[in-house]
């Protein structure tokens, strides 16, 4: 055993709710999300550096699969891997063998034979991620979006951006405010929440906290059954809005049909668009979160996007610095704890 | 000393039991200021000096330092902090601290860094020590002054300021507080 002092803090480990895999926000709970938050502050001070790297995961080899085009999240996962001086293999799914026929499990097959240490895995069906956490024998499997599941960091970004907004207006620093800056904090989720998978993570994750969380958009575009959620519905976004701290606005996922559940575009912008006058109903401290990428004219009016409250750009920076945070907290935790005691100091 | 509690001890932690005191807290000021006026006559001066705490033990020791300075030398020395976490050889068992505990105020580069800890052990913090530095520019030269040399080192390191040695058992635990100085155990609750 060494000095009490550095005993002082325990270590980071699975006992507080993190790993070995992150599939969803559900496998953190609120301990593991307030963990990954207080990790990713320190990762944030790493990023303001002059030269923003650690030599925190060397020799460990992170592996991007996406089944399904991405451009920020993609990319906030292989800088946040590189800054941690983790070698990163991205796969090319359109260069690949899943071309030539190759199944999900040969693929993750495959990749695990090189020894790699874990797996990013984005892919258009629900539950691909959690069906690769049981095949994978040693790699971690972190979900980078599942088809209409979860999109487990992008909440945890969106946190860790609520926070630190609410923070700067109190004029403190994020990692004093804990979790407890969410407890009772009012967070509307606009939009097509039904094929929103960042949608499913930010409402598990801002109820863990003890937020309100309440759903806006065409009915159409809500999911049909929310029993057991723990959210409420506001039918009128105009009356909804005065009342919220935080609105998360989604996009119109034409890909995943929303298009056919709304009449027109049209309709949908003047329904449920962000536009100016709308965003005058807000409260002035009221924090306008979007996963990106945001369709101007359609969610949010062009001039809107603009704005200091709307902190999309923001969430982009903290994205590194978040998932910097997860692929620590995994892959960093796994030495044996016993009979290393004699090593600290 | 009482008996302190550590809530947030995991899986190593339990609660710090003290078997002797072996400085006072008198004792731990004279060498507090001993070591300080040693920083100012090694480096003739504080021209370019820069104390580094490390979190977290070695921080209000630092500032402590960095007070004795400017009382005796009427200059204000620069204070940074260092969280080695990210560089540690056992990542895993090593905490991250909650605050974004690293503070560099400035470019080291050509600078004196003196890092300052509580208790110097394995070295093995120190060698993380100096590669996180490494990252905040080039330093003239780099110093180690610590309150308690306890022995066992596993890395050849040493310091040059020292407030005391204190040979110890490798399974016994050192609490350096403004309080004193105290060999212990840790027992779990």
């Given at each position: 055993?060494?000095?009490?002092?550095?005993?002082?803090?325990?270590?980071?480990?699975?006992?507080?709710?993190?790993g070995p895999h992150l599939i969803s926000i559900a496998d953190l709970g609120a301990s593991g999300i307030a963990e990954v938050l207080r990790v990713a502050e320190a990762f944030a001070e790493v990023?303001?550096?002059?030269?923003?790297?650690?030599?925190?995961?060397?020799?460990?080899?992170?592996?991007?699969?996406?089944?399904?085009?991405?451009?920020?999240?993609?990319?906030?996962?292989?800088?946040?891997?590189?800054?941690?001086?983790?070698?990163v293999l991205s796969l090319a799914v359109a260069s690949s063998s899943v071309q030539k026929g190759e199944s999900l499990r040969d693929t993750v097959e495959t990749?695990?034979?090189?020894?790699?240490?874990?797996?990013?895995?984005?892919?258009?069906?629900?539950?691909?991620?959690a069906q690769v956490a049981r095949w994978v024998r040693r790699a971690r499997v972190l979900n980078a979006g599942d088809g209409w599941h979860e999109h487990p960091t992008q909440a945890l970004v969106d946190c860790f951006t609520v926070r630190q907004v609410l923070a700067e207006a109190a004029g403190v620093a994020p990692a004093s405010l804990?979790?407890?800056?969410?407890?009772?904090?009012?967070?509307?989720?606009?939009?097509?929440?039904?094929?929103?998978?960042?949608?499913?993570?930010?409402?598990?994750?801002?109820?863990?906290?003890?937020?309100?969380?309440?759903?806006?958009?065409?009915?159409?575009?809500?999911?049909?059954?929310?029993?057991?959620?723990?959210?409420?519905?506001?039918?009128?976004?105009d009356d909804?809005?005065?009342?919220?701290?935080?609105?998360?606005?989604?996009?119109?996922?034409?890909?995943?049909?929303?298009?056919?559940?709304?009449?027109?575009l049209r309709e949908y912008t003047a329904g449920w668009g962000l536009s100016a006058v709308r965003m005058a109903r807000l409260a002035p401290q009221a924090i306008v979160t979007h996963p990106?990428?945001?369709?101007?004219?359609?969610?949010i009016a062009s001039d809107v996007a603009e704005l200091p409250?709307?902190?999309?750009?923001?969430?982009?920076?903290?994205?590194?610095?978040v998932r910097m945070a997860v692929l620590f907290l995994l892959l960093g935790s796994e030495v044996a704890l016993e009979g290393l005691g004699g090593d600290r100091g | 000393m009482a008996e302190r509690e550590r809530s947030h001890t995991r899986p190593l932690g339990g609660r710090f039991v003290p078997t002797a005191q072996v400085m006072s807290a008198l004792d731990v000021q004279r060498a507090l200021v001993r070591m300080a006026h040693e920083v100012a006559e090694r480096n003739g001066g504080l021209d370019g000096v820069v104390l580094v705490g490390l979190q977290t033990g070695g921080v209000w020791l630092a500032e402590r330092i960095a007070e004795v300075l400017a009382e005796t030398e009427g200059e204000e020395v620069p204070v940074g902090t260092l969280d080695v976490a990210f560089y540690r050889d056992d990542i895993g068992l090593r905490p991250v601290l909650p605050e974004a505990a690293t503070e560099i105020p400035l470019d080291l580069t050509g600078r004196v860094v003196v890092v300052v800890d509580d208790?110097?052990?394995?070295?093995?913090?120190?060698r993380a020590a100096l590669n996180a530095l490494s990252d905040f520019g080039r330093a003239r030269a780099v110093q180690l002054a610590v309150m308690v040399d306890r022995g066992h080192r596993e890395l050849p390191i040493r310091p040059d300021y020292v407030g005391k040695n204190l040979p110890t058992r490798r399974d016994e635990m050192v609490d350096v507080s403004e309080d004193g100085v105290a060999i212990g155990t840790l027992v779990a609750r």
């Open positions: 055993m060494s000095a009490i002092s550095e005993a002082d803090a325990g270590p980071t480990h699975p006992d507080q709710g993190v990023e303001r550096r002059s030269i923003p790297k650690v030599p925190t995961l060397r020799g460990k080899v992170v592996a991007t699969l996406f089944f399904e085009e991405s451009t920020r999240t993609r990319l906030s996962f292989e800088t946040a891997a590189k800054r941690l001086s983790a070698d990749v695990e034979a090189m020894g790699i240490d874990a797996i990013v895995l984005r892919h258009r069906a629900s539950g691909a991620p804990g979790v407890s800056c969410f407890a009772g904090l009012k967070v509307l989720i606009v939009g097509d929440v039904r094929h929103s998978r960042v949608a499913r993570s930010e409402i598990l994750a801002y109820r863990a906290l003890g937020a309100e969380v309440a759903l806006c958009g065409p009915p159409s575009l809500l999911p049909s059954d929310l029993t057991g959620w723990g959210v409420s519905v506001e039918a009128d976004l909804a809005l005065g009342g919220a701290d935080v609105v998360s606005l989604l996009r119109l996922q034409a890909e995943r049909g929303s298009g056919t559940h709304v009449p027109s990106g990428p945001m369709v101007r004219g359609v969610e409250s709307v902190v999309v750009t923001r969430q982009v920076t903290n994205g590194v610095a | 208790v110097l052990f394995t070295g093995r913090t120190v």
